[in-house]
């Protein structure tokens, strides 16, 4: 049965209800790209899968990039001096400069104001803010809260550390039958942001707990990194493994209500653009596709010339194009159950694409087939055929040895599913079977002897 079925079978609308439930387990976590916070977040999520974790010494060189210093917080706050918290950390943590050096003075407003940030067009948001790269110190409040103070002196107080440490990512790999990959990615770098960031963490984790203990065609691997230089690290330490990876997908801003959006790899026309183009037609509204463009998320990384990996970014709304994009009005209200949950499905669909896309031979090429003498036409002639024939008489014309079942679907404007179910069907009437491997994917290895020819 295919993943997308078993996941109809189940109760979807429960499924996004765990799926919230966990975001909003993470929420809270003080997440960068360094430090503690990430490293709580990697912990919750071995709760539900076995992943491991891996901790790069400050100071290694990835590429052009070396790891930072470790950031990790524990407080901070504005007051008056003696007095209550104007603005406080514990409240909520988008409140500090991510990457703030310590520090604990008393200052006036004019020597305060130049380390705060606000967003006088959504006067009730707080924005989000980092500075990881320049040693700097801020806080991040309402543009309200920011009017209403007065001309005095303030305590400030950032108690954070920047230090020798580590940066640690997250690494799940799900052995299959092919050792070619399928990359999972996904940032886990972001405070509390919800769609930003825990929408594709919650959704990767489930959809990695989802294929677990299967028979699966490909091996699936499944990162959990920093942005960017998490990306960047991963992929100085994977050198190696990178030559297995056939399709590849950036997760992010999968949780809110906007319609998705599939941005293209580099490539542009590779089998995972298309299998996310056709499952998006046909399992959404208004779907849109993207073309490739050097800026976003980690695909910049994957796309980057040396790598020119097959990767694209799924996506609902696009990142900076809603006006929710890294504030604090990117809560959990922002993300819904439901749309969790279609986006999990939407992915498991993705996966049946990719797990069952072959190229088959008609052994009966000369003409049609006599549909009818095996049962696998309609009883009465003169009225238009169904879905399920239109699919097997695709098939079968298609089915030289050239065509994918992806290459039928897109060309007949059929579901995949409908195309893959003919297959099948075709293959036990003993009029189809599987061609042999293209001379191009031969180098592809198997685990196993007997195991199904590649694409
Ligand atoms: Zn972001």
Redesign the pocket.
Known sequence: MSLQKELDLRDLASIGEELHGFAAQLYPICRSITGNGLRKTLQILQERIPMQTVEVPTGTPVFDWTVPKEWNIRDAYIRIPGGERIVDFQQNNLHVLNYSVPVHDTMPLDQLRPHLFSLPDHPNWIP?RTSYYKSNWGFCLSHNQLQALEDRDYEVCIDSTLEDGHLTYGEYYLPGRSIDEVLISC?S??PS?AN??LSGLSVATFLADFLSGRDLRYSYRFVFVP?TIGAITWLARNRESIQHIRHGLVL??IGDRGGFHYKKSRRGDVEIDRAARHVLKHCSESPEILDFSPYG?DERQYCSPGFNLPVGCLMRSV??AFPE??TSADNLDFIQPTQLAQSLRVLATIVDVLESNRRYQNLNPFCEPQLGKRNLYRLTGGGSIGTEINACLWVLNLSDGEHSLLDIAERSGLPFSAIRDASDRMCQAGLLSVSPEKENHKKSITRAAGAEADV
């Open positions: 989000y940032h770098c972001h942001l930003d960031n942005g992010s801003g998320y990142w900076g994009y890294h």
